[in-house]
């Protein structure tokens, strides 16, 4: 299928409004629409928040009467099914446009090419396939949950130039800048769920929530669309402080324990507003896979793992992390200092864990490194 210049040129600006939902929408997919009639834009659209208006109808209320024989770039296949707001195939459909080109089919089973064939029955040029890569990354979290029934998981580390972490007493603040920091906070504020293990909240009892205004936050235009991702701790035997900070924060916070763990106290907890969830174990720890599939069922597109280097570690190992987000501080701390990640096994080169770069990025004073695992190191316990 050939795209004119001009398709791709339309396409792109689908693509950026799609980008405007970036903090808002979960557990809706991100999408953009244009309208084009007569070579041009005459409406467009982005959804901002689950239960509003799909970008579709939000950019046919623009366009008017304008939209009757257009063509509506989508960075999303149009809904076919009545969900909390009615399928924009068929809004598409009655407002008269004559072509729609979708940059990706949706691979959630209510949609799933049903959107495409619906135009196309009702006389419409449906086409996809337009600057799908690009699409793809606008969604990486709903569309891992749709296809593979698990979200996509983020890792972040901060580290100085030798790979250390905290100085050998613990002492770790700060490794990195308030500009690296704040990139933090947007990793957050796009993230469905933050995970974090026990022994994080024990030694820094963190907030765990989104810190910066809403007005800072591109897309947000509300302060109320600014959602608290769900604060999730893994802490196999229940070990969680009744006056941790998170627990009296807006916002939800899950335990995720073992199956033996003290009964009473997750009764503690429950009474505090927590939820708590029960794991098989494997080794001794917690079924991370599992885990991912559990907040799956909960509509968690995006995880983000802010951990000590033992749960990264563990996470790495277990082959369930798609993105290493790493913010790398220009000083030396020893070798005396921790190290990034705990990766017991890992003895030959032939054990290691193989990354590659996904990007880089100056972000203040500090590099800000974005790499993906190839493969999971063969030595490891």
Same mark, same amino acid.
């Given at each position: 299928m050939t795209f004119s210049a001009d398709d791709h040129r339309f396409m792109a600006r689908a693509l950026r409004l799609a980008e405007r939902g970036l903090f808002t929408t979960d557990p809706n997919p991100r999408v953009g629409c244009v309208l084009v009639r007569n070579g041009e834009i005459v409406g467009e659209g982005w959804h901002r928040r689950a239960g509003e208006a799909h970008a579709e109808r939000l950019a046919l209320a623009a366009a008017g009467d304008a939209a009757t024989g257009a063509t509506a770039y989508v960075s999303l296949e149009p809904c076919s099914h009545h969900g909390r707001t009615p399928p924009c195939a068929k809004g598409l459909i009655e407002a008269g446009v004559a072509r729609v080109v979708a940059a990706m089919t949706d691979p959630n089973p209510l949609v799933a090419g049903r959107g495409l064939a619906m135009l196309r029955e009702a006389g419409i040029v449906a086409e996809h396939g337009l600057l799908a890569a690009d699409a793809e990354s606008v969604?990486?979290?709903?569309?891992?949950?749709?296809? #593979?029934?698990?979200?996509?998981?983020?890792?972040?580390? $901060?580290?100085?130039?030798?790979?250390? /972490?905290?100085? =050998?007493?613990?002492?770790?603040?700060?490794?990195?800048?308030?500009?690296?920091?704040? #990139?933090?906070?947007?990793?957050?504020?796009?993230?469905? $769920?933050?995970?974090?293990?026990?022994? /994080?909240?024990? =030694?820094d009892d963190p907030s765990m929530n989104v810190r910066l205004p809403a007005d800072e936050l591109p897309g947000v235009e509300h302060a109320e669309y600014l959602r608290q991702p769900l604060r999730v701790v893994l802490d196999t035997r229940l070990r969680m402080p009744p006056r941790a900070r998170m627990l009296s924060l807006p916002g939800q916070t899950l335990v995720v324990c073992g199956e033996s763990a003290p009964q009473a106290i997750e009764n503690e907890l429950r009474d505090l507003g927590a939820d708590v969830l029960r794991l098989p174990q494997l080794g001794g720890r917690l079924d991370l896979d599992q885990l991912l599939m559990q907040l799956a069922r909960r509509e968690v597109n995006e995880v983000l793992i802010e951990s000590g280097r033992t749960l990264a570690g563990s996470a790495l190992s277990a082959g369930i992390v798609d993105e290493l987000i790493v913010y790398m501080a220009p000083h030396l701390m020893g070798d005396a200092a921790r190290g990034l990640v705990r990766l017991p096994g890992v003895e030959r080169m032939a054990d290691r864990l193989d990354l590659e770069f996904g990007?880089?990025?100056?972000?203040?004073?500090?590099?800000?490194?974005?790499?993906?695992?190839?493969?999971?190191?063969?030595?490891?316990?």
């Open positions: 969604n990486p979290g709903f569309l891992r949950r749709m296809r #593979d029934g698990r979200p996509h998981v983020r890792c972040k580390l $901060a580290m100085s130039l030798d790979g250390r /972490t905290a100085m =050998a007493s613990g002492e770790s603040k700060w490794i990195t800048s308030e500009a690296a920091r704040a #990139d933090v906070q947007r990793l957050r504020a796009r993230s469905s $769920a933050i995970v974090t293990g026990i022994e /994080t909240v024990l =030694a990007g880089a990025r100056q972000v203040g004073s500090d590099l800000r490194l974005a790499l993906r695992c190839k493969t999971v190191p063969t030595g490891v316990d």
